[in-house]
């Protein structure tokens, strides 16, 4: 790559947080007494899900709409237990190649997520997520990705020109709306793969 970097900037899930969306439909479907293909059929990241994810709804906000959506009727706290049981562990080799590239470049995260979500991943994962100097999270900058207005936010938080840090997404939607917003991004889907993209970036 041409250009050299300043800062590092990371998405979580599937790029350091191993999440899989098929757990959560297994516990719905198990408490409303169900096939699970019913439950991934009707569930949907809609509108509803994306304001759950902006911090504009809150966790039974959003539970109402979602056991609408799903039509089921199972708790709270039953939905609250699949809700974060997508999450499986550290993306492979993601923490010790975390913790070499933090020798040269200061790291940071920004996710998609919200309140529930994040109260699960910080205390689960608090090893691998030591290694960001700060974790920008859509439900309490009121902004998500692939907003325009979410990647400026984070850019001026981080206190460098958008063309000096480094992005790395799972999703190509995302990394395209990085790239427009003047940031150098990658997708990726592997701490192989990042650590390929980190080689590339000089200083």
Not at 4 to 33: H, Q, S
């Amino acid at each position: 790559m041409a250009g050299g970097a300043d800062a590092l900037l990371f998405d979580l899930g599937r790029v350091v947080i191993d999440i899989d969306f098929n757990r959560a439909f297994a516990k719905w479907a198990e408490y409303a007494c169900c096939d699970q293909a019913v439950i991934a059929q009707r569930f949907s990241f809609d509108d509803t899900y994306k304001r759950h994810e902006r911090g504009e709804i809150d966790a039974d906000e959003y539970f109402i709409a979602l056991r609408l959506a799903l039509g089921v009727e199972i708790s709270n706290a039953q939905l609250l237990d699949g809700w974060n049981a997508i999450f499986i562990g550290e993306m492979p080799g993601i923490s010790s190649l975390l913790a070499d590239v933090a020798r040269r470049f200061p790291l940071y995260a920004f996710s998609n997520s919200n309140r529930e979500h994040e109260l699960c991943w910080s205390k689960r994962f608090p090893s691998v997520l030591r290694h960001f100097r700060e974790i920008y999270v859509s439900s309490t900058i009121g902004l998500r990705k692939p907003e325009a207005e979410a990647y400026n936010y984070v850019v001026k938080a981080i206190g460098t020109s958008a063309e000096r840090i480094v992005f790395f997404d799972d999703t190509l939607e995302n990394v395209a709306a990085a790239r427009a917003c003047g940031l150098q991004a990658f997708q990726v889907k592997s701490a192989v793969e990042v650590a390929d993209a980190v080689a590339r970036v000089g200083r």
